[in-house]
């Protein structure tokens, strides 16, 4: 049986989500890949338990993560069963509906009904009563934010969910957002947005500030670039490489020369700070406490431990700051 580790809490920072009084670990654990069923289900229950013995205590997964759409929240709610129940009050689990789950008009968007009945598939895979987080998956232009927003809220009033998040939004989106679920008294606390040294859309599309001006936090998903911010294409495209196996998210035309000299320039950046290039994607994120924690991924433990490193040096130098941004332009 499994017994978590006595010094769990000793490393991992866990910043506040905003003004909220959610705190989270500064790195979290995503389940978007290797945890469908084409995962190996022991690989997947290693690296759980290893998450939270280092003090991930927040596992992010939404409805249609696999493949197939559902078996990610399946899957984890077998190694809940398995082993993270008796730990329950000390995990954060998140999921999300905004993507489409089954056939018909009602199984998209951001309407009401599908919101709500997606909830309730999301608590039944996973096998709990409710989720500490519940976000909705992104913006839906052809139903009203209103609706929206009031499904979240009444989400949270019935008990099945905790606090409200919203994701892939912008900044306008956000504040329009944030000003209906405030005048329904609902605790929204987080977004949930894409960002990386060579993605800074959070920057440019106004979520990034508005976020800290209205206190609340933000997770970071892909911090990693679909691992293109790691030494593993340094020397080619490796057999195992998602990008042969799997190009639902990156293939191989994203590693251009350009991009190539651009990984390689930041790789010796990381070298000087004394930080794989992974570890020091991930410190750049947490750079400057507008974001609260940043999602990895992970196809086996040994791979997650070298991530948790990153927490220990989050401090840059305005020369490295600037190195970091020249080498990373064009992204």
Wanted: net charge neutral; aromatic share 8%; glycine share 10%.
């Amino acid at each position: 049986m499994y017994s978590a580790a006595d010094g769990r809490y000793d490393a991992m920072p866990y910043p506040r989500c905003g003004r909220s009084g959610l705190r989270l670990p500064a790195l979290s654990l995503g389940l978007w890949h290797n945890f469908g069923d084409t995962g190996d289900f022991d690989t997947m229950r290693r690296i759980c338990r290893t998450a939270f013995d280092h003090g991930i205590i927040h596992f992010d997964l939404a409805n249609n993560y696999g493949p197939a759409p559902g078996s990610a929240e399946r899957n984890f709610g077998r190694i809940l069963a398995l082993d993270l129940a008796p730990y329950r009050d000390e995990l954060i689990i998140s999921t999300k509906a905004g993507y489409g789950m089954w056939p018909g008009p009602c199984g998209d968007g951001g309407g009401r009904k599908y919101l709500l009945a997606s909830l309730d598939q999301s608590l039944a895979r996973l096998g709990v009563d409710y989720v500490d987080i519940f976000y909705h998956h992104r913006p839906d232009p052809d139903t009203p934010l209103e609706e929206t927003m009031g499904a979240l809220a009444d989400a949270v009033r019935s008990g099945k969910a905790l606090y409200a998040g919203l994701s892939n939004y912008s900044g306008p989106q956000l504040e329009q957002a944030e000003a209906i679920l405030r005048r329904l008294g609902v605790p929204f606390v987080i977004n949930q947005n894409r960002y990386s040294i060579f993605d800074r859309t959070i920057e440019q599309n106004g979520l990034k500030s508005t976020a800290v001006r209205l206190g609340k936090g933000i997770i970071a998903f892909s911090p990693l670039a679909q691992s293109l911010l790691t030494d593993r294409y340094l020397d080619g495209i490796p057999a195992d490489s998602r990008m042969k196996t799997d190009g639902r998210f990156l293939n191989a035309g994203a590693l251009t020369p350009q991009r190539l000299a651009q990984i390689r320039a930041l790789n010796a950046l990381a070298a000087q700070r004394g930080q794989t290039l992974a570890q020091m994607a991930l410190s750049w994120i947490l750079r400057d406490g507008a974001v609260t924690s940043v999602l990895v991924g992970a196809s086996r433990p040994e791979q997650l431990l070298d991530n948790l490193k990153a927490v220990q040096n989050t401090a840059f130098t305005a020369q490295e700051l600037a190195a970091i941004d020249a080498a990373g332009a064009a992204g």
